[in-house]
């Protein structure tokens, strides 16, 4: 036992072992701080990026909101011009209007000028004036066709027309009118 109380044996294990103790202490301190820091400067730019994208977000819904009410403006409008479009193709009350109301229009239009070669046959005919109702009457029919006036033909004019010309090729192709050439 004397050997391990000798006075004159100095104990630097112990001293190099409290340095070295007091060394990884400050060490593992000083780690600690650093990734203190290190996860507030990370918590920082994530906080940072966060507020970023929910920025971006923010204005992703403000736009697709916009376009979510232009949509729907959008689809009034054309919900108001169907309406309208329902309502010529009613007015013109024609089967052909359903599909193409433009055709219905030129239709109603030929209409009206088929019924005022009608009207003038008649005239020259009630005038006794033979010769201007039978080119009236050529007239019309090399304009609109026979076949089409008597509405033997898809897109044949409708029976009041039909009866009028009728009535009209009637009178002008009697054997009892006088010939253009005498």
Known sequence: MDEQKKPGQPKPEKKLSRTTL???IVGLFSVAV???LISYVAQTRADRQLDTLTDQLN???TVAQGATQKMEDLQKQYDAINAALDKVRTALDSELAETDVVGATEQRMEE??????????????LAENTVEAKLAYDELVQTYG??????????GFDADINKLFEAAQAHL???TLPDETE
């Not at 088929?114 to 008649?122: D, K, Q, S, T």
């Not at 026979?146 to 897109?155: H, I, V």
């Open 34 to 36: 650093a990734l203190i």
């Open 22 to 24: 007091t060394f990884y």
């Open 173 to 175: 192709t009697d054997d």
């Open 112 to 125: 009206r000028e088929v019924y005022a070669l009608l009207a003038r046959i008649n005239a020259q005919l």
């Open 146 to 155: 026979e076949d089409r006036l008597l509405g033997n033909t898809e897109d």
């Open 59 to 61: 204005e992703q819904q």
